[in-house]
Each structure stands twice: as structure tokens, then as C-alpha cells.
């Protein structure tokens, strides 16, 4: 009897311990990575049999959660940059904006599902290969090939550092200790506002990276940060997700949110005992068996040839 | 005089019709249909429902039971192959497609989907329901059966394989009973269930009751509450997520020191 939980908006019964577990999995993560965790969450809901809309709706309030209770953990430990966290949002808002109506758009020309696979496993690739690819040889601490590296590719760091240099409004960031032009964040974060509307997630495995290679952040500010970014961005779509297509189930959410706080408080603490690039290789890892999943969908034949709305 | 000709085999043939209907009216006052429920409550701890259908059948007779979901207009997608990837490519629109459909025989020949002419199954369906959108003609069979394995996928569309149990007879009649199992996905809304008494492959009589499936308690405010109030709806949930996640870190901040 108390094994199964009626959602109501998803309109159907689901086990409770099943919710609670991934909930705790993807929020442990969340802490861990500082990633949402939307990525994995919504194609497992959808697995479990909640409808794709009401799975990517519900797993947004559930983010908010999680995202407070990491945020709230890595503040005491020191590491967010709420500076440079208030200019990603309010780039994120834009992109997400843009984004939004591009979609619109190429819906309208009947190539939007062609683009958001594309998108995603061209970004899940990249993304995860470059960070494994990197924190490997971290790891391995070959300081010979770095150096053939940096000798062999001088133009392309320069000519990155003068682009980063050149730019107006130069401000220091000290939790992050960078100094760089508001305009650096403020544009990488209309970029992965684009890419997270196109690909229907808050947004976290993208901006990770961003800040790490792009903003030159260190990776446990980096984490606290990004989580922070994530809870605005996911209150927003929560409270337009209600308003436009009551796909929130909030008795779906409240059960997620429960696994997900809890484990995101065990992925913090895990994530202060493991080295950055350890953290960095893991969510590589992760980030990149998602992308062969997603790659074995669009080159096996699927069993079905019929779909419900709203799944990639 | 060619044409009275063929007004009298138009009134003969529709006299014919009638005199064959008679029989399923008569009896269909008399097949004493039973369902058991006939009002499912979807609390919050709904785990489907099991429903149970009985009536009496002449001896001899089969029987076949349906419980039949209101019609609607479902739009899918259909995938296939661009760029050598499969994805979704567009839309196809079922029309008349009832939200559930459940069957179940006395006799499990009666639900062969060979048996094409029959008024009950998936081979009925299929007349009724009509497929459009970004579909040729040539594909509509082939798309109908992944209409019907998706709906099946999904607990909606089921061809029971327990048969309809019969009892002894009395008073001339059998009892049967069919027990149906409705899923956790159920909607709420009116439910057709019917049944049909099959004679010398001919149907002789057929009746239907209802089954009313409603929301209820804490599961039907939160529905009304999304549906008619989104924007505080949306706060709520909100501020409950933001409220969990400082307390479960609160709650944390005693053993949290690295």
C-alpha cells in the first residue's frame, strides 16, 4: 500500500523508493559536480513512465532543491562567487530567451529535433572528451607534453589571452581570483543560455566547462557557483512551466527533492575529499556515457516508430 | 418501376436488420450486467483497480466483455531516418481512438485478431480509428499496429488472457464474470464497459453499463489548484523546494566541517 505514490499531474502511480533513490543518485551527483543533473534526471523519470513534459517540468522544481541545499552548503564553505554568478544569470536569461524563439523557429521549418540531437551529442562530446582528455593528463602530471603543448600551440593561448584583455570594464573577481571584462561571463552565459533552451536542461554540464576553461575559475568555486546559477534559472522555468503547461507535479517533485537534498549534502562533502581534476574526470565520464547512449538512439532503430509529444 | 423495385429491397432489407436486432434488445434487458465497482476513486495512493464485470448468458452462448475509454484526438510523432540518424520527422494525428480499451472472451478464439468482422477487439478498433497528418495511405496498417504496441506499452490497450469464468447455469442462464484490472495511468472520466452474448458465431444480444472513474482528496485539489491557480501554483512549488533544501541543509550544518 505505501509503496506507490499517485502523481497527479503526471496521472499516474509510481513506487516511492524508486523516486527517493533517484532523486538521492542524481542529487549527489548535483553536490558532487555542481551540475542540475537534468541531463540524466528527465530521461530517467521518462524510463520510469512519467510523461517526457511533465518529467523535464517536475525535475526543474526538484533542481531548485537540490541547487539551494548545494548552494547553501558550498556559501559555508566559501565557494561562491555571487558577482560573478548574478552576470551568468543574467546572460543565461538572454540566451534562454534567444534560444526559446530559435527553436520556435526552426520548429516551424520542421528541423528542431534534428538540431537538438545534433546539439547534444556534438556538446556532450566535446564537452565530456575535452575535460577527460585534460584531466587525464593532469592526473598522469606529464609536465613534458604540457610544455611541447604550450610551445607547440603559443598563438591560440595568446591570441585567447589578448581577446580576454582587450575587452572593456576589466573588474577582479576575488572568491574566483580572475580578472576579466563583466562582458566575458555576460556573453558565455547568453551562449549556454541558447544551448540549454535548445536542449530543454538547466544548463550545468555546459557551464561547468565554461567556467573552468573559459573563465579561468577554480574548480571548487566553480561548483558553488554554477549551483547557485542553476536555482535562479530553475525557478523561473518551475514558475513559467505552471503557468503555461501545468506540467509540474509537485507530489513527483517534493519526493525528488527529498533523495536529491539528501544526497546532494553527501555529494558536497565527497566533492571537498576528491581533487579537482578526480571531479573533473568523473563528470567527464558521466557526461560522456550519456552522449553514447544518446548516439546508440539515433543510430539503432528504435522498437517504436510512434512517440508521445515533448521527448527528443 | 425499376426503381419501387429497388425501394422494397431496401425496406425488406432494413426489416431484415430489425427483425435480427430484436433478439439483442430482448435480451440485452435480461443479460442482468453487473459492474463492481462502478465508481474507482483515484486517491493519492492509487495503485489501478481491479473491476469486476459479470451478467448471465443463455447456455451454450460465449461471451465478450470490453471496458471502453472516451474518445479523443491524439497527436503523435513518427520517427524516422535523417541524416542516417532516427529522430522525430512529424506529426501524425489519430483520430477516434478511445483512451482505454480492455477485452476479454469466454473463448479465447473469439479474440483472434483473424477474426477481422468481428464488432469487438483491435481488428474493431482499427475500422473505427483513422490515422492522418504525415502519412501515406499504404502506411496507415503498419502505423495502427504501433498505435496499438505503444497503447500497450503504456497498460491501455490490453486483450485479457484469463477467459470470462462461467458457472453453472440457473434458471436457464450462466453466470459469467470477467475481472478487469484497470492501471495506475487510468484516466479519470466515464468508462463504457459492455457485454456481448455471441450464438452460433452470431452476435444475439449486447449491453453496456458504466464505470465512472473520478479524482479525489489530496490528488484532486493539486490538480485544481495547477489547472485554475498556475502562477501560485508555481510559487508554492518554489517556495517548498527552496524551504527542503535550506532545511536539509541546515540539518547538515552540525556535521559539515572539512
Redesign the interface.
Known amino acids: ?2 509503496g ?3 502523481l ?2 503526471a ?4 513506487n516511492i523508493l524508486l523516486l527517493f533513490g533517484l532523486g538521492g543518485a542524481v542529487g549527489f551527483l548535483s553536490g558532487l559536480f555542481g551540475v542540475g543533473g537534468g541531463f540524466l534526471m528527465t530521461p530517467l523519470l521518462i524510463m520510469a ?1 512519467i510523461p517526457s513534459t511533465v518529467a523535464a517540468a517536475s525535475d526543474s ?2 533542481i ?7 548552494t ?2 558550498h556559501y ?2 566559501g565557494n561562491v562567487d555571487f558577482k560573478m554568478g548574478i552576470i551568468l544569470i543574467v546572460g543565461g536569461v538572454i540566451g534562454g530567451t534567444l534560444g526559446v524563439y530559435l527553436i520556435k523557429g526552426l520548429r516551424a521549418m ?1 528541423n528542431a ?2 538540431v537538438i ?2 546539439t547534444y551529442v556534438v556538446m556532450l562530446g566535446v564537452i565530456g572528451g575535452y575535460m577527460f582528455v585534460e584531466s587525464l593528463q593532469s592526473m598522469r602530471q606529464k609536465p613534458v607534453v604540457a610544455a611541447k603543448r604550450t610551445a607547440a600551440e603559443p598563438a591560440k593561448v595568446s591570441l585567447y589571452n589578448r581577446m580576454v584583455q582587450s575587452l572593456p570594464y576589466q573588474m577582479r573577481f576575488d572568491k574566483s581570483g580572475v580578472t576579466l571584462s563583466p562582458l566575458m561571463p555576460l556573453i558565455l552565459g547568453v551562449f549556454v543560455g541558447i544551448l540549454a533552451a535548445i536542449m530543454g536542461v538547466g544548463g550545468g554540464f555546459i557551464m561547468v566547462p565554461v567556467m573552468v576553461y573559459m573563465l579561468r575559475m577554480p574548480m571548487h568555486v566553480v561548483v558553488g557557483t554554477s549551483l547557485f546559477q542553476i536555482l535562479f534559472t530553475c ?1 523561473n522555468v ?7 503547461n ?1 506540467t ?1 507535479d ?2 513527483l ?2 519526493i525528488l ?2 533523495g536529491s ?2 544526497g ?2 553527501f555529494g ?2 565527497l566533492s ?1 575529499r576528491l581533487k579537482a581534476d578526480q571531479l573533473k574526470i568523473l563528470l567527464a565520464t558521466i557526461v560522456l556515457i550519456v552522449m553514447v547512449q544518446m548516439l546508440a ?6 522498437d ?6 515533448g ?2 | 418501376m425499376r426503381r419501387l423495385g429497388y425501394v422494397w429491397q431496401r425496406i425488406a432489407t432494413i426489416l431484415g436488420l430489425l427483425l435480427l436486432t430484436i433478439p439483442a434488445l430482448v435480451w440485452g434487458a435480461s443479460l442482468d450486467l453487473k459492474v463492481t465497482p462502478d465508481l474507482v476513486e483515484i486517491g493519492a495512493w492509487f495503485r489501478g483497480h481491479r473491476v469486476t464485470v459479470s451478467g448471465m448468458i443463455p447456455p451454450g452462448a460465449e461471451a465478450v466483455m470490453e471496458v471502453v475509454g472516451q474518445t479523443s484526438d491524439e497527436h503523435l510523432m513518427r520517427k524516422g531516418r535523417r541524416g542516417g540518424l532516427w529522430m522525430n520527422v512529424g506529426e501524425i494525428d489519430i483520430h477516434n481512438a478511445p483512451s482505454l480499451y480492455m477485452v476479454m472472451s469466454s473463448n479465447p478464439k473469439l479474440l483472434d485478431t483473424a477474426v477481422s468482422e468481428a464488432p469487438w477487439g483491435f481488428a474493431a478498433l482499427k475500422r473505427r480509428v483513422t490515422l492522418s497528418g504525415m502519412i501515406d495511405d499504404q502506411e496507415k496498417p503498419q502505423f495502427f499496429d504501433q498505435f496499438l504496441e505503444l497503447k500497450g506499452s503504456e497498460g491501455l490497450y490490453t486483450t485479457f488472457k484469463d477467459p470470462i469464468k462461467k458457472s453453472r447455469a440457473a434458471d436457464d442462464l450462466v453466470p459469467v464474470k470477467g475481472e478487469f484490472r484497470l492501471p495506475t495511468n487510468v484516466k479519470p472520466g466515464t468508462y463504457e464497459v459492455c457485454l456481448t452474448v455471441i450464438q452460433d458465431g452470431q452476435v444475439s444480444a449486447k449491453t453496456c453499463g458504466e464505470l465512472q472513474v473520478k479524482m479525489v482528496g489530496f490528488p484532486a485539489m493539486l490538480t485544481t489548484l495547477a489547472y485554475e491557480h498556475g502562477a501560485t501554483y508555481g510559487i508554492l512549488a518554489v517556495i517548498i523546494a527552496i524551504v527542503t533544501g535550506f532545511a536539509i541543509g541546515f540539518l547538515f550544518k552540525g556535521g559539515g566541517g572539512h
Open positions: 500500500m505505501f506507490s505514490l499517485y497527479p499531474l496521472g499516474n502511480g509510481i513512465g522544481n526538484q531548485v532543491a537540490a541547487s539551494t541545499s548545494g547553501y552548503a559555508r564553505l520542421g529535433d534534428f540531437k545534433i525557478i518551475t514558475i513559467m512551466q505552471s503557468i503555461t501545468h509540474v509537485l507530489v517533485a517534493i527533492l527529498l537534498t539528501l546532494a549534502q558536497v562533502r571537498r538512439s539515433l543510430l539503432l532503430t528504435p517504436l516508430l510512434l512517440a508521445h509529444k521527448g527528443h
